[in-house]
DNA sequence: CTGTAAATGTTATAACATAACAATGGCGAG
DNA sequence: CTCGCCATTGTTATGTTATAACATTTACAG
């Protein structure tokens, strides 16, 4: 069993122990919500869980659906304003180019992230660097643009889906 | 009237000789077209015209209702079809963030934009960094990802919405 | 307790996109 | 020329994603 630590095992989506990232997520976030006094509902901490049940974004529906399986008929809003909420905390990210959302494994801190998205296996794995940061802020710096949000989503293959090579 | 080539005037949507950004793009999209022995038609070339009436990213029932006031009731399918083949020629560029779509200035050449989109005026500059793109290649290949397509837009506010400080 | 604000429930609809099949039209082989 | 093919366009229906608007319930401070 690996260790997820590994940010290059962010890829390896089946083969590292997820019920540690699930239970490490769920406690950073109750702790975070706690800390800021904001309420971590039931609603929207199995909204949390089922989105980190993989490591692949998850669509709006397709949490509705698991909702409404468990709980009964469950409507839309219910699902967007739990994701509305997680957004706002930073508990996970909204994936643009596939109308999806994957948990974050650093709500703590801000950041941008960069996604990268495996078109092969569908995992998208968070990742982070300075060098890329700058280059963009640099970039806007010259062109007398502010930046206050981005998105980066890079697709492409992952390591464990071109084991050739 | 500004000079449109200097790239930080991309933002300046109202101050410049936005006729003359039309005529090339339309241009260029004839000339791209013909070499390339595929078909630019008429209602291909109206959605392109229509999506280059400004630099604001245009959503595509916006094109839609247009096209359907121009010659009478229109279906999505016309509109989406256009805007498939616009996208393949490369000859727009849709934003994620927005699910709209932009003109390219450079639809020539093979290339991976960045987009500053100003959330109080809401022009979209299409700008390239060689850094930017390097810093992400090597990112990735750290990480063993092999890149094929990405999205980078960043939201914020232009030089011409911030004019003080 | 009770008033109030946050959260959730409910219904309806908006906004974005594609599937499936029919009809038309450009264009080269014969 | 004209036949046949394939790209293009038309048409109808539906799928997918997201929000508006208002009613009801719940948490919890005072
Ligand atoms: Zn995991
Ligand atoms: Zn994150
Ligand atoms: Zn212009
Ligand atoms: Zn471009």
Redesign the interface.
Known sequence: MKNFDT??L??DTNNHDHGRCIHTAMKVADKLCLSRSVRLTPARRRVLELIWESHHPVGAYDVLSRLSQESGKTAPPTVYRALEFLMEQGLIHRI??LNAYVGCAHPAEEHAG?F?I??DCGCA?E?H?E??D???V???A??????????????????DC?PNT
Not at 142 to 159: A, I, M, S, W
Request: charged share 20%.
């Open positions: 940010v290059s962010s890829f643009e180019s960069l990268l495996c078109t794995a990742v660097d060098a890329i700058q280059a963009i640099t970039k806007a010259t062109l007398g643009f502010r930046p206050e949000q981005r998105t980066l989503e890079v697709r492409g293959t992952c390591p071109r």
